[in-house]
């Protein structure tokens, strides 16, 4: 057998062992509506942030988070760039409010969304919570009040 050389050097090609795909957790399609008051809530940002398993502060799987269009209608992808959200507990939490680097003063940002959700929404207690099943949802649905 003949090794093959590049400019009389041993050329060696090596082959890597490389994962199957399959990952560590599971995910699922998710998707929802969320209203404010009853109205529909256009510019939310929420995020899925899986519950820690029995064994330790370790999370299921990644977070996930999506945009609301004028309709208050979402869609989530991981942080991978997956569709859908960890299967299983997740904290949710909806805030409206957006940022932006200060052209002027690069150390700053300024507020370019005034938000428009009670704090209790999106901090880190925030009491809403999904579970998000096998088969993902549809009907990830929030009505969230001001009262």
């Known amino acids: ?38 109205k529909p809530l256009a510019g939310a940002h929420v995020t899925f942030m899986p519950a ?29 760039g997956d569709a859908g959200a960890s299967v299983g507990k997740n904290r949710v939490m909806i805030t409206t409010r957006k940022t932006e680097l200060d052209a002027n003063n690069p150390d700053k940002s300024k507020e370019i969304a005034k938000e428009q959700v009670p704090g209790k929404y999106f901090t880190d207690q925030a009491p809403l919570q999904f579970e998000v099943p096998t088969g ?8 969230l009040t001001t009262k």
Not at 7 to 15: D, E, K, P
Not at 52 to 80: I, R
Not at 136 to 143: H, L, P
């Open 136 to 143: 993902g949802s549809k009907s990830a649905n929030f009505e």
């Open 52 to 80: 820690p398993d029995a064994t330790g502060p370790t999370q299921t799987g990644p977070e996930s988070a999506g945009d609301t269009d004028g309709s208050g209608h979402y869609s989530l992808k991981t942080v991978f």
């Open 1 to 38: 057998m003949k090794v093959p050389t590049v400019g009389g050097s041993l050329f060696l090609v090596v082959v890597c062992g490389c994962s199957t795909g399959a990952k560590p957790y599971k995910t699922a399609p998710v998707s929802g509506t969320i209203t404010l008051d009853g």
